[in-house]
C-alpha cells in the first residue's frame, strides 16, 4: 500500500513538474464572462474619467485606438495590468479584486478588437509577464 502510494506521489509529482512551465505560458485570452464583469465595472467605476466610447473621457486617456496601442505596443499584459492595479482608479487605488481588474483589462482588451476565447486570463501579473500584446 505504502508503496503504491509512494509511486503515485512521485508520478504526480513528475507530471506537475512536465505541466508547471505550460501553465505558465500564458496566451493573450480571456473569457466573455470576463469581458462582461469587465463591462459592468468599468461602467460603475472607470467611465466616469475614461468616457463611455473609452476614447471620450474628460479626466482619462483613451484605453482604445491608435493612441492607446500605440502607447502600449511592445509592452506585455502583465505590465498593462500591473499599471491598472497600481494606478486605477487613481481616486480610489486598489479599491478592486484581482479577478476584478482583470475583468477590466479583458473589457478594455475586447474593446480594442481582441476576441474573448475559452480561455480565462490570469489574475497573477507576473504570469502575464511574457504575454505581448499584439499591437
Ligand atoms: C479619477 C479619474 C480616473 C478613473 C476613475 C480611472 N482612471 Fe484610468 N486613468 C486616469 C488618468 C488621468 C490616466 C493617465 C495616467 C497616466 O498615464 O499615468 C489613466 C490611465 C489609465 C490607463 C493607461 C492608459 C494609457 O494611456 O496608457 C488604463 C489602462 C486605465 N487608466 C484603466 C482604468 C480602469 C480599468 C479604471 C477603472 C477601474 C480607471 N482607469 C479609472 C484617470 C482615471
Known amino acids: 500500500m505504502l508503496i503504491t502510494a509512494r509511486i503515485v506521489c512521485s508520478v504526480a509529482a513528475l507530471v506537475f513538474s512536465t505541466l508547471a ?7 493573450l485570452a480571456f473569457t466573455q464572462a470576463q469581458a462582461d464583469n469587465g463591462k459592468a465595472l468599468y ?6 474619467c475614461h468616457g463611455s466610447s473609452l476614447a471620450n473621457g474628460q479626466f482619462g486617456t483613451p484605453l482604445r485606438g491608435s493612441f492607446f496601442q500605440d502607447k502600449w505596443k511592445g509592452k506585455s499584459l502583465g505590465e498593462l495590468l500591473s499599471f491598472v492595479y497600481e494606478k486605477m482608479p487613481p481616486d480610489k487605488l486598489m479599491s478592486l479584486t484581482p479577478a476584478e481588474y482583470t475583468a477590466a483589462v479583458a473589457y478594455i482588451l475586447s474593446r480594442n478588437e481582441i476576441a474573448a476565447s475559452e480561455t480565462a486570463m490570469d489574475t497573477n501579473q507576473q504570469a502575464l509577464a511574457k504575454v505581448m500584446l499584439p499591437w
Open 43 to 48: 461602467r460603475e467605476t472607470c467611465q466616469i
Open 21 to 27: 512551465p505550460l501553465a505558465w505560458a500564458q496566451e
